[in-house]
């Protein structure tokens, strides 16, 4: 059974970086078939998704075009976890964020059949 | 990219009754959709992929239909566990995309 676990700050000043991590088990973040992906919901915005990391034989990224110049997502393999990073943080980034695995990719990106329990961070000084 | 529209925004139904939500797509998405279920403070979770296939553990009262540009999903006998807010989501073409949702709400 795949679990999901996020990690990291609640509250981010405008301007600065939002970080989290995902914690994996069950499954490995080196897989040759998962993707694994950031997402987040807002009541302006809906469930959207950010990006993503994954492995075939070298690692790729793959980014939103309304995220890209600020968006990090890094691998880490000697924890089995995987990170996100949003520079230059404003209050219309506060949303609830959700790391989702894609278990095997389908079509052009694959199905989130794997999610985190989702960090509500909020953008404000 | 492909904008998913899910209608109505709001359903109002009887428990023990039929549920019937749209999604519709501004291209089609073959039959490259799934559909979750959200309840308040939780994850979306996977009910559907596949366009019609259940997910592992999924009641057989979910089913999902159609192809192209407008699939379904339907409720066949509303429970009280199925209270909750539905979205499709597409991953026929790059990026992948949600739908706005619809509320299933007790009547």
């Known amino acids: 059974q795949v679990q999901l676990q996020q990690s990291g700050p609640g509250l981010v000043k405008p301007s600065q970086t939002l970080s989290l991590t995902c914690a994996i088990s069950?499954?490995?973040?080196?897989?040759?078939?998962?993707?694994w992906n950031w997402i987040r919901q807002s009541p302006s915005r809906g469930l959207e998704w950010l990006g993503r990391?994954?492995?075939?034989?070298?690692?790729?990224?793959d980014y939103a075009v309304s995220v890209k110049s600020r968006i990090t997502i890094n691998p880490d393999t000697s924890k089995n976890h995987f990170s996100l990073q949003l520079n230059s943080v404003t209050p219309e980034d506060t949303a609830v964020y959700y790391c989702?695995?894609?278990?095997?990719?389908?079509?052009?990106?694959?199905?989130?059949?794997?999610w985190g329990q989702g960090t509500l961070v909020a953008v404000s000084s | 990219e492909i904008v998913m529209t899910q209608s109505p925004a709001t359903l109002s139904v009887s428990p023990g009754e039929r549920a019937t939500l749209s999604c519709r797509a501004s291209?089609?998405?073959?039959?490259?959709l799934a559909w979750f279920q959200q309840k308040p403070g939780q994850a979306p979770s996977l009910l559907i992929y596949?366009?019609?296939t259940r997910a592992t553990g999924i009641p057989a009262r979910f089913s999902g239909s159609g192809s192209g540009t407008e699939l379904t999903l339907t409720i066949s006998s509303l429970q009280s566990e199925d209270f909750a807010v539905y979205y499709c989501?597409?991953?026929?073409?790059?990026?992948?995309?949600f739908g706005g949702g619809t509320k299933v709400e007790i009547k």
């Open positions: 291209q089609s998405v073959s039959s490259n």
């Open positions: 990391t994954y492995y075939r034989s070298k690692w790729y990224n």
């Open positions: 069950g499954d490995s973040v080196s897989s040759n078939s998962a993707t």
């Open positions: 989501q597409q991953y026929n073409d790059w990026p992948p995309t």
């Open positions: 989702a695995r894609v278990g095997t990719v389908v079509g052009a990106t694959g199905y989130f059949d794997y």
């Open positions: 596949g366009a019609s």
